[in-house]
């Protein structure tokens, strides 16, 4: 028969291997989740650092739109205010007018690239400029088929300038805010 000490040690030998098994398992299962855990700590990283420059592109995108749309009617007040003035004190020519009339359509294009990253409030007050731009072209316009019937008061630079400085306010406004976010959020 097998002696005391053969079962004793087959009973040790076999305890320890149980035991380094379920240790093992442990072990492997412990790791597992670690490593399930760090993937998903890394998506979660890497889907916030995409989002994060999605946000960068689309502010990148509107800042980039908004000033342009500011340049462009800072420039289209400038043309239309002079094109009024030349026309109170003398005539305008059809070249004059057409070029003038260019500024209405860049100004135009520029609002309907930048309405998408405005409220309607706010696109509102560029549409008010932009009619006060349109009304502005029908002076222009008679000045050049009657320039001795016009008169300076039609072209109501009160109201004109009050339009422009609203539109500029509101404009400058929004672009300050995304880059002071952007500024605050790299610092």
């Given at each position: 028969?097998?002696?005391d000490t053969?079962?004793?040690a ?8 149980i ?9 492997w ?7 399930e855990?760090?993937?998903e ?9 995409t989002?994060?420059?999605r946000?960068?592109?689309?502010l990148q995108?509107?800042v980039e739109?908004l000033m ?8 289209t007040r ?16 059809q070249e ?5 009339i ?6 135009e294009r520029?609002?309907d ?7 309607d409030e706010?696109?509102?007050?560029l ?7 349109h009304?502005?072209?029908s002076?222009?316009?008679r000045?050049?088929d009657?320039?001795k ?6 072209f109501?630079l ?6 422009f ?9 929004e672009i300050?805010g995304?880059i002071?976010?952007l500024?605050?959020?790299r610092?």
């Amino acid at each position: 028969m097998v002696s005391d000490t053969v079962i004793g040690a087959v009973i040790g030998v076999s305890g320890a291997i149980i035991g380094s098994l379920v240790t093992g398992a442990f072990n492997w299962l412990s790791t597992r989740q670690r490593m399930e855990a760090e993937r998903e700590n890394l998506r979660i990283r890497q889907q916030a650092e995409t989002e994060r420059r999605r946000g960068e592109y689309y502010l990148q995108q509107k800042v980039e739109a908004l000033m342009s749309l500011y340049a462009i009617l800072e420039e289209t007040r400038r043309e239309y205010k002079k094109t009024a003035d030349k026309a109170v004190y003398g005539e305008i020519s059809q070249e004059e007018y057409d070029d003038v009339i260019d500024w209405y359509h860049k100004y135009e294009r520029a609002m309907d690239r930048a309405a998408v990253f405005l409220s309607d409030e706010q696109h509102e007050i560029l549409l008010e400029a932009f009619n006060k731009i349109h009304d502005t072209n029908s002076f222009l316009h008679r000045k050049v088929d009657n320039p001795k019937q016009s008169d300076y008061s039609e072209f109501g630079l009160s109201e004109y300038n009050d339009r422009f400085n609203t539109a500029e306010e509101m404009l400058k406004e929004e672009i300050r805010g995304p880059i002071e976010a952007l500024h605050c959020s790299r610092y």
